[in-house]
Structures are given as C-alpha cells and as structure tokens.
C-alpha cells in the first residue's frame, strides 16, 4: 500500500503541473575535427590458398605495417556540412558575424603587441541590395593573404582562429576568440548560390576567392573597391527562397537574437528620412509678412549601429547598479516587469562560466495558463557574447527552477560543432548544479525581506514544493524555505518557524488536506488537536500534499518529526491519561452493538467504525486509513480520470473509517435506537440515522456525498416530522429498491404492512 500510495502521488503531480575549414563557432564537441585522418593498417601473414579458394582474389599479405591516408569525395563531404550539419538556416548569419569578429580580435590584438602601430576600432557592416540580391558583411579586421584563402577557405576543417589562439597559447588577450571548429564559413552556402570573399592583409595586395556550390573554388586579383588598410568584404549572392534576408527587418532581428553583445559595433546602411524645412514657392506672400514655409522630406543612408546592449555578466558584480540590472533584465528577455532579485556571478578552474540569474518579481505570462508551458524559455546560452540557444533549460536548470530567467556563458559546455546540441557531461553538471546553489541563495536573502518574500511564495512557492518532490539532492534545503497556510493565522509558515512554536508535548508535524482554508480548518478531525494547542498546516492543492506527504520526517538540529496527515488512523493525537483511557475502553464495549450496527448498514463504503477520540463537538468524522487518499486527492484523481475518458479504477476499495463520538447527543440516540426491541430489532428510524450520521460526517471531513438526494430527503423528512417521519421515509425508500429489484428479477412485491414489517416476495408464475 505505501508504495501505490506513492504511485498515485507521482501520478497526481504529473497531472497538476503539466574534417573542416574556416574560423568559426565556439564551444566544445568532442569527436574528430578534421576529414583528414590517418589511420595505421597491420596485415597480417595468412596461409597458402589454392585457385578455388574464395580468398584466391585477395590483395598479397605485406609483412610491413603501411599507413593510408582517408578519402573523401569533396563535394560530397560539402553537402553534408552545408546541409546537414545546421538544421535552422538563420545560423549563418551568427556563423559570418562571429567570423567578422574574430577577425578584428585578431587584429586589436596585433595592434595591442605593436606600440608603433597605434590604436584600433573595429566594426562589422552588413548591407542588404535587393536589386542586385546579394548581402555583403564587411570588416575592417586581419584580412587574408593568398596563402590562408587557400588554407583557412579551401582546406576543410581548418580553424584560422584556433590556430592563432594556439599560437597566442593562454594568452588573455585572445579569450575573446570566438571560432574553433572551421566550419561555420560554409554556413554560407545554406542561404547562398555564390560566395564572393574580397580580403585584404596588412601590406598585401587585395585579392578576390569565388566559389559556386560550394564544388570548387577561383582566388584572383581583385580590383573592386579598395579595402582601407586591411579587413575582409564577404558577398552573398543569395537563393531564389533566401531573399527575406534582404530584409531590414529581419537582419535586425536577427542581429538582435544572436549576436547583440558582440564586442564590436555591427553597423547597417539604413535609409533614414529627416525633415526640412524651406520656403513654399506655391504660396501667396503678403507684402510685410514673412514668407510661408513648408516641411520637405529628405531620404539619407547613414552606417546605424544595431548591438547597442553591453554583455554586463562580462562585468564585476560591484561594478552594476540594480538599475542596469533591470534594463538588461527587460531588454533581454522582454519583460516588463523589475526582477525582485538576481545573482551575477562566474566559476573559474576546471570549469569556466559567467552566469546570471534573475527571479521575476510577477508570474511571467507564459507561466499564467501551464506552470511548465513549453512556450517558457528560462535561459539563454551563450559562447564568447554570442548567443548559441535558449532551448537548453532543462539541462542547465530543473524545471522546479523554470520559472527564473537567466543565461550562461561558457565555452567548456560539450556542443556538437553547429552548436545546437547540448551534450551530457561532468562539465553539464557542474554548471548546473552551480546555478541551483546560487538560485537557493538568491531566495535566501529575498526571505529576508518580509515583503518581498510573501510576494515571491504567492507568486512561485508550488515551484519550490515540485522541487521538494522531485529534487532530492536539495530536498532538505528546500524544506527550510517552503511555506504553508496553518492555523495559527493569515500569515503563512514555514517547516522550521512551526517546530519552532511546537509545544513540548506534540511529537508530529500535523497538515490537513481541504478545497480551502475555511473548509480545511473547519474539520472535525482537528478538534483534540485544537484543544492541545497544536497547530495544523493546510495543503491546500494537490502540490501541497503531495510535497507534504513526501516529506517523511522533518529533521531539526538533533530532533526528527514526523511529518503525518492529521486526517489518518495512526496520528498521535497527544498524550492520554489513564482516566481518558479507562473511559475510552467502556465506551468501546458499551457502543458495540452501534459500531456494528453501522456496519451493517453502510457495508463497504466504510473500512471500519470506531469509537473516536479526536472529536470534542461533533458527532462523527470520516478518517483515513493509514495508506489511504484523502478526499481532495480523490477528488483530483477523479477529475483526471474523466478528463481521460478512463474509469475511476484507482478509487475502488479506497473505503474510509467511521470514526463516532461517544459523548455527542446524536451518538446516544441512535445508541437508544438500535437497542430498542427486545428482539434486538433496531428502531425503524435507526437506519435513516446511521445514513445521516455517515453523511454529515463525508460533508465535514471534505468528500463528496454519492447520493445528494438522499441525504436532503432523509433531513427535511427530520425536519417535518422527526423520527417518525424518517422511519417512514426509510420504509419508503426500501419497498421502493425491493420493487426495482423485483422487477429486474422477475419477483412480484407485497406491500409494506402498517407497522413496517419487511415485505414479503412471491415468485411470478
């Protein structure tokens, strides 16, 4: 029973949270990085064969080892990279931007070891012609002579970036370098028919490399317009289907998206309209008046810089003011709200990351409708400042953690080469268990505003239960931090403030399911503990009791508690004496003959009935056994098997306990009517009683009455005209079933006689 128990908890949860070339990317794939790999090849000696031998073909064994360098069919291998290693044709312009960048890194650096050459300004331009269709990305970075074209453009799988980092070995300076794989160059030919590359180096001649498909490729002299200095011009003459790439918009878009934190500017030739105003030439001047005027519209191109937002999480913490926080809060992830804490912070060793977290201060509006909506993206991945994806979430966070935003900056995360995969690895863990550590933090110090803190649990507390469920490395941390409603007032409480006001006599942490707060604390089974001076925690939603019911044991300084539903058999209910053990004791034997006679009545819609010693001023209470369900998680599981269209399977046999105060007036009563008779005949009224009693009890304990009907008859029969009235209408009630029945059964149904009597049944002929 205890381990369906927890099946069905889990099953409640479910259902209430619903070989290569240029400089490119970055972050770690492992596996080969080049299409050019050697491999040795040991043959070895093998016997004589004769002419019918089916060996007799084969190649004469060598006795030496010889070694063979691996084939490929280059435009075939080309085909693959272009159009199966990116899945989503927008990369390439990440890809070439990156590239660009890289490119002026190289150069700032060259001019950072070269004090005679002066300064450096590096800028990206990118310019869209739809008459022509091309799209040209321009930077004034290293450039290329004829000899890297051939090697970093025509040899695949070579990294022209990579190798300057190596040969910079550790260099901070070259940290910045964004590409590795030498790869992303032929992201090109996704959305491009031809790639022209003109590129200048420093001191050398400007020259121009040309491909078509991707099959082959021309370097030549070029003599178009002249690159100042050094830098490289990449033109894309695009497809007939790539031309929504000449749109403004859309490059905007996608500059914004992937490459907004690009340390150098990324400047767009944009048409811009400004004003003038002149002298209307068509207007009739008064003489002594000044003449009329008019406002004419001037079209200009200017160079506008599109990556105006600063990447604050490459900043010192100290160095950001909560003001920046905010307005990179919002920019980034579309907000419109201020986050009501954030952590900024960075891992250095094995491992290297800059990260930052903020935590919403109102549910995002993705999260209003499905507190685990797809629709959410929690975190965004970046790779030196450029963005790679923010489908990463629930590697990087736990999804009890989704409701935060944030993003990382890692170059040690183990992505495949087009960065769209994100791999499992020592690597993952860490960073991961890394961010849920500060994200604990960061809800430690928000609980230290009391304001802000009621706030955040409305706001996110069923995320922190859902993490009590389902993480169990921080299970114990979370219980410090998680609230519920109790009965001590409107204030909520958490695990450790409650035992913290325990009386010394109470040795369990008690918690009450209910619909709601009134109807929870209404309950009759929390009468003794009421009198105590215990107080009672409300799970009021499926996470509540699920989280709470998980709990197991509540552990404080030395000190273990059960955590246990105050609605279940096995609670303790405090300390008895002597006196009210003796009392219990005739009270069991002396309501005997009602206990069984309850029994009897109510058959299996009850486990068992009992004498109670919880309740002080109510007559009865429906309590659970010990593995039972509560009746709001039936009522749950009933709902989600309808809403399934499946039976409600899981509720058969889910029987609870009658528990009857022997001190209640009601009890006394019907203890007079079951032993009227001197056959031992119960009171013709007793039956009508048992049904109410059972049923005031389902009402007060929170379940749901099978038969509504039957219960408002059996009260206004009491009403109109006491037992009487009831005896009769339980007389009724019992021909009327005899009669159904006989009629299914083919048996004929004498009427009642006049003092009650059971009526007879005669067999139809």
Same mark, same amino acid.
């Given at each position: ?84 290693? =990116? ?54 970075? %290293? ?6 074209? !051939?090697? $970093? ?17 550790? &260099?901070?300076?070259?940290? $910045? ?21 003109? +590129? ?21 002299? /070029? ?13 894309? &003459? ?6 929504? =790439?000449? *749109? ?31 002298? /209307?030439?068509?207007?009739? %001047? ?12 001037? +079209? ?36 419109? *709200?201020?986050?009501?804490? !954030? ?6 060793? !094995? ?57 990382? *900056?890692?170059? *040690? ?9 994100? !791999? ?41 239960? %859902?993490?009590?469920?389902?993480? +169990? ?24 403030? =409650? ?11 008690? =918690? ?31 996470? /509540? ?121 009601? %009890? ?98």
């Amino acid at each position: 029973m205890r381990t369906f128990s927890l099946l069905v908890s889990a099953a409640c949860l479910a259902a209430a949270v619903s070989g290569f070339v240029p400089s490119s990317r970055p972050p770690t794939a492992s596996g080969s990085r080049s299409a050019s790999s050697s491999a040795a090849t040991a043959t070895p000696a093998s016997p004589k064969r004769t002419s019918g031998d089916i060996f007799a073909q084969a190649e004469a064994p060598t006795a030496e080892k010889t070694e063979y360098e691996f084939e490929a069919e280059v435009s075939k291998v080309m085909d693959i990279i272009i159009n199966s290693l =990116y899945s989503d044709k927008d990369i390439f312009l990440r890809e070439l931007v990156s590239n660009a960048s890289d490119a002026c890194d190289k150069k700032r650096f060259i001019k950072l070891t070269d004090e005679a050459s002066g300064g450096f300004s590096g800028r990206i331009r990118i310019i869209g012609d739809k008459k022509s269709n091309t799209l040209t990305i321009e930077d004034n970075g %290293v450039g290329m002579t004829r000899k890297e074209l !051939q090697t $970093n453009l025509g040899q695949i799988g070579m990294s022209g970036t990579k190798k300057f980092t190596e040969a910079l070995g550790q &260099s901070k300076d070259a940290s $910045n370098l964004i590409g590795k794989f030498g790869v992303g160059f032929y992201s090109a030919f996704l959305v491009a028919d031809r790639v022209t590359v003109v +590129t200048r180096a420093e001191g050398e001649p400007q020259l121009r490399w040309e491909s078509e498909s991707a099959n082959k490729y021309t370097i030549s002299p /070029d003599d178009s317009a002249p690159i100042e200095g050094s830098g490289t011009r990449l033109i894309l &003459s695009l497809k007939e289907d790539a031309d929504k =790439y000449l *749109d403004d918009y859309t490059l905007r878009s996608m500059l914004k998206r992937y490459s907004e934190f690009i340390s150098f500017p990324i400047e767009m030739w944009a048409e811009k309209t400004e004003y003038d105003t002149v002298p /209307d030439p068509d207007a009739e %001047v008064k003489e002594g008046e000044t003449p009329p005027t008019k406002t004419v519209p001037r +079209t200009t191109n200017v160079w506008e810089t599109v990556n105006l937002a600063k990447p604050l999480w490459m900043r010192d913490p100290k160095d950001v003011t909560d003001a920046e926080y905010a307005e990179f809060y919002k920019t980034t992830f579309k907000a419109y *709200d201020t986050p009501a804490a !954030q952590a900024h912070f960075s891992l250095e060793g !094995q491992v290297e990351f800059k990260a930052m977290l903020f935590c919403p201060s109102s549910v995002p509006w993705e999260l209003s409708q499905d507190m685990f909506s797809d629709k959410n993206k929690p975190m965004k991945l970046f790779v030196k400042r450029v963005f790679i994806s923010d489908n990463f979430e629930s590697e990087l966070l736990p999804r009890w953690l989704s409701f935060l935003k944030g993003m990382v *900056d890692s170059e *040690d995360l183990p992505l495949n080469v087009s960065r769209e995969l994100l !791999q499992k690895s020592r690597t993952l863990s860490i960073i991961s268990k890394r961010l849920v550590r500060k994200a604990m933090d960061m809800f430690k110090d928000l609980a230290k505003d009391e304001a802000k803190w009621v706030k955040f649990q409305s706001n996110f507390g069923r995320y922190l239960k %859902v993490g009590v469920i389902e993480d +169990t490395e921080n299970k114990e941390k979370l219980l410090d931090l998680v609230t519920f409603s109790s009965t001590l007032g409107d204030k909520v409480t958490s695990l450790p403030d =409650y035992v913290s006001r325990m009386p010394e006599a109470q040795t369990q942490i008690y =918690y009450l399911s209910g619909a709601s707060k009134a109807a929870a604390s209404s309950s009759p089974v929390l009468e003794r503990l009421k009198k105590k001076g215990f107080e009672v925690l409300f799970a009021l939603d499926q996470i /509540d009791e699920i989280a709470l019911q998980g709990v197991g044991k509540f552990k404080v300084k030395d000190k273990e508690y059960d955590v246990i539903d105050a609605a279940k058999e096995n609670v303790d209910l405090g300390e008895v004496s002597e006196e009210e053990k003796a009392e219990a004791k005739q009270a069991k034997e002396s309501l005997k003959p009602v206990t069984d006679f309850l029994k009897g009545v109510l058959g299996d819609r009850v486990d068992k009935v009992e004498v109670s010693s919880r309740l002080e001023a109510s007559p009865s209470a429906l309590v659970q056994p010990q593995w039972g369900m509560s009746p709001q998680m039936q009522r749950f599981m009933r709902a989600q098997a309808a809403a399934q269209g499946t039976e409600d399977a899981m509720m058969a046999g889910m029987a609870a306990n009658l528990e009857i105060n022997p001190k209640h007036a009601v %009890v006394a009563r019907l203890q007079a009517m079951v032993g009227k008779g001197g056959d031992g005949k119960a009171d013709g009224a007793a039956k009508g009683f048992a049904e109410l009693l059972y049923d005031v009890a389902a009402v007060a304990s929170g379940y749901e009455l099978t038969n509504p009907g039957a219960f408002a008859r059996r009260v206004v029969a009491l009403m109109e005209g006491g037992e009487a009235a009831l005896a009769t209408l339980e007389a009724a009630e019992e021909a009327a079933a005899a009669e159904a029945e006989a009629t299914a059964t083919g048996l004929e149904v004498e009427a009642p006689d006049e003092d009650g009597d059971t009526p007879v049944e005669t067999e139809v002929v």
